[in-house]
């Protein structure tokens, strides 16, 4: 018997050096099978690439390990309907399906032939799965496994048994445009939570955030050099989905990098450009990567990011499709910019400018990014009155706050619960809301502080109970647990499991899961005499019953400085509520 040809589809004068040793490399063993306790450590190491066979051997091991319906196309059915793939196949006979989204397919160092080869997969793959109605990563996927592949039937098996793969909680492609497009919005939780430097970057940089974030997965399965890519590949088969989120965060901070060198000190920043220049530049960028950054440099970065647990992208993924869902996204249509949600003609505002708000709509969750803001309250219109502010906010959920003081400081906080939420405690002063919410200041310079807890995880389990003081007449160092009338308040902090990693993201609104409201922390509290934002130590902003006068100071709960002079008088206050772009 012959022995099989697993470079058949490789053009190897593009492969760079060592390509002629990984050809004729021999596996490791004689069946080139790893001990599947080793699989992880081999994967991130890279042991596989140094013999092209080896990969190839593992790659049909890690295939079959993968739990499949009972019913999954194989070998044997691509041969009954596409023949054996002997002779060449032109691409144009062989069009490309519709739910691959006009992706072409990546060369990655393969014969011309081999084009044709990967069209015929995947047209064989639309007529063995018709419930696949978005999959831009298929053609990628399709090239690389050829490139290990004897020939057409295996790669067709390799691909079916991952998009067949049945097993809860585990996926290796987005099948469904919902899918994909809840992937895009958590790549974008993901990313100013985790890479909040490059993140700033393309805020600053592009008019559409989420625009230059659709491009996420074809970062890591598309444009990446081809040693890179089946770098990602040998994790990717063996960790699952997880791994193409940590290599694009990784991509993300080495453009950040680069272009932070080449702007050098002293510079000013750069200016606001249309999404699809920064995409094209970060496509551009992660094509000839391999000039600056190695395979194990990359993989290196990827996992040197304290990220996430499985279940907590599972979750963040549900929360965003369900959004999506509520919206009626749930096949591709034209992409709503962010921009227009916030249109220059008809957005006014006492406070902030359109350029303005817009910035501010890069830092909220990726769900209400396709809402517009409304106006649902302001000091100029309504009167300087905290019966009023209640009564014109209660049933908006989240609700953004703006504020000017008389020195023409701009400050304010998104929160994620209905004002409502404060009855709950009667006449007594306690604090609701989730870790979500976030403060921020915009004048004299722009800056975010989220909940404490994302930064630092480990605050969440010091579990202890605690009084801590609402409301300070002093400055933040005084020591006095009381509020201006006297009376003490006390939140308690229930303790959490030992291990932060199999918490839920801050993200995430506890009330999506029904989680216990007492997992949420410091961050809203509201009666008659007063509103206050963040607890613990200080106030981030506390506001009187006139909406007249303020103060604002450091709280454990944003770990933020004061967002503004520490004793304020209101300018002009604003409550903008999230009206669905979509309704209508």
């Not at 012959?2 to 190897?12: C, K, L, Q």
């Not at 700033?200 to 990446?224: C, F, H, I, N, P």
């Not at 000190?265 to 992660?286: C, L, M, N, Y």
Request: include cysteine.
């Amino acid at each position: 018997m012959a022995e099989e040809d697993y470079g058949r589809y490789v053009d190897w004068t593009q492969m760079g050096e060592g390509a002629a040793a990984a050809a004729s490399a021999s596996p490791m063993k004689g069946d080139g099978k790893v001990d599947p306790r080793e699989l992880k450590s081999q994967a991130r190491s890279g042991v596989w690439a140094r013999s092209h066979k080896q990969r190839a051997l593992v790659y049909q091991q890690l295939v079959r390990a993968i739990p499949c319906r009972t019913v999954t196309p194989d070998a044997l059915v691509y041969r009954d309907l596409m023949g054996d793939g002997g002779g060449k196949r032109q691409a144009s006979s062989l069009p490309l399906p519709d739910f691959v989204d006009d992706t072409p397919v990546p060369s990655y160092c393969l014969k011309a032939e081999a084009v044709g080869a990967a069209h015929a997969v995947i047209s064989c793959v639309a007529s063995q799965f018709p419930d696949i109605s978005f999959c831009p990563a298929l053609p990628a996927v399709v090239a690389l496994l050829l490139h290990f592949s004897p020939d057409e039937a295996r790669c067709f098996e390799a691909v079916s048994r991952m998009l067949a793969c049945n097993e809860p909680g585990r996926r290796l492609m987005d099948q469904t445009f919902l899918a994909y497009e809840s992937s895009c919005m958590t790549f974008g939780d993901l990313a100013h939570k985790y890479c909040p430097g490059a993140h700033k970057l393309v805020v600053a940089t592009a008019t559409d955030v989420l625009e230059v974030y659709s491009d996420w997965q074809r970062w890591v399965l598309g444009d990446l050099p081809f040693p890179h890519a089946a770098r990602v590949v040998d994790v990717y088969l063996v960790e699952g989905y997880k791994v193409l989120y940590r290599v694009a965060l990784a991509l993300l901070k080495f453009y950040r990098k680069q272009k932070a060198a080449s702007a050098g000190s002293g510079k000013p920043p750069p200016a606001q450009q249309e999404s699809s220049v920064i995409r094209a530049d970060i496509q551009t960028f992660v094509k000839g990567i391999g000039s600056s950054v190695t395979p194990d440099k990359l993989l290196e970065k990827a996992f040197s990011i304290r990220l996430f647990s499985r279940k907590e992208i599972t979750l963040l993924q549900l929360t965003n499709e369900k959004s999506l869902q509520q919206k009626g996204i749930t096949v591709k249509q034209k992409r709503r910019n962010v921009q227009l949600a916030v249109n220059a003609d008809n957005f006014s505002s006492e406070i902030v400018s359109a350029k303005e708000i817009r910035d501010i709509w890069s830092w909220i969750p990726e769900r209400f990014a396709l809402c517009q803001p409304e106006l649902l309250f302001t000091t100029s219109t309504h009167g300087c009155s905290l019966n009023r502010f209640y009564s014109h906010t209660e049933g908006h959920e989240p609700t953004l706050l703006l504020l000017r003081t008389t020195e023409r400081e701009v400050c304010g906080a998104f929160l994620s619960t209905d004002w409502e939420e404060r009855k709950r405690g009667g006449n007594k002063l306690s604090f609701f809301g989730t870790g979500e919410c976030f403060v921020f200041r915009m004048k004299p310079e722009m800056e975010r502080y989220e909940w404490v807890v994302i930064k630092h995880p480990e605050l969440a389990n010091a579990g202890q109970s605690q009084s801590l003081d609402l409301v300070d007449e002093d400055p933040p160092d005084n020591d006095a647990n009381s509020n201006a009338d006297g009376h003490t308040h006390t939140l308690p902090v229930e303790p959490t499991g030992p291990n932060p990693s199999e918490r839920l993201s801050p993200f995430l609104s506890a009330r999506h899961f029904h989680l216990n409201s007492r997992n949420t922390s410091m961050f809203m509290a509201g009666n008659f005499d007063s509103i206050i934002i963040g607890g613990g130590e200080g106030n981030a902003l506390y506001i009187d019953a006139e909406l007249n006068h303020g103060r604002s100071g450091r709280c454990t709960t944003f770990d933020n400085p004061p967002l503004c002079t520490e004793s304020f008088q209101v300018a002009v206050l604003e409550v903008w509520g999230f009206q669905d772009a979509m309704a209508g």
